[in-house]
């Protein structure tokens, strides 16, 4: 799904194509947090098919907003999400019961996770504050931040 979360990235915007994915996210991660399997099934997979867009839309906000230093934000985006994916099973294994159930109140984090990344989304990108300014390059589409 990462492809087409570039492709949709490079014709509406990396932070639009993240509006609707965390949007997603929230709504799959209460699903998750549903007892009967087949809600969590649609829940998961969902969920990391909505991760997988929003995964293609991040790589095309790097270049854009880091220009410069391009090479180094995406080796820490990548590494960021490899450290999410450990720590996210880590969370879903100690989230389990004795009987190896999950406990539904803690998937619903994944849910508040996502809306807080949404707000994010929103405050940084889309509506950027006073005190960051996105200063077009010349020539070019992308942007810079500058604070």
């Not at 509406?12 to 709504?27: D, I, M, Q, T």
């Not at 799959?28 to 997979?45: D, E, N, R, S």
């Not at 990548?78 to 389990?96: K, M, P, V, Y």
Request: net charge positive.
């Amino acid at each position: 799904m990462r492809p087409v979360g570039g492709m949709l990235a490079d014709r509406l915007g990396g932070a639009r194509v993240l509006v609707p994915v965390f949007l997603a996210v929230a709504v799959l991660g209460a699903l998750m947090g549903c007892p009967w399997m087949p809600t969590f099934t649609v829940g998961a997979l969902g969920a990391a098919a909505a991760l997988g867009l929003g995964n293609g839309a991040v790589f095309k906000l790097v270049p854009q907003y880091f220009p410069k230093e391009t090479a180094t934000v995406t080796g820490m985006v990548g590494s960021f999400w490899r450290l999410g994916r450990i720590l996210s099973t880590a969370g879903a294994w100690s989230t389990s019961r004795c009987d190896g159930r999950l406990i539904p109140g803690d998937l619903s984090l994944l849910a508040m996770f996502a809306l807080v990344c949404l707000a994010v989304n929103y405050r940084v990108f889309l509506r950027p504050s006073r005190c960051m300014k996105i200063a077009p390059r010349s020539g070019a589409q992308s942007a810079v931040l500058t604070f």
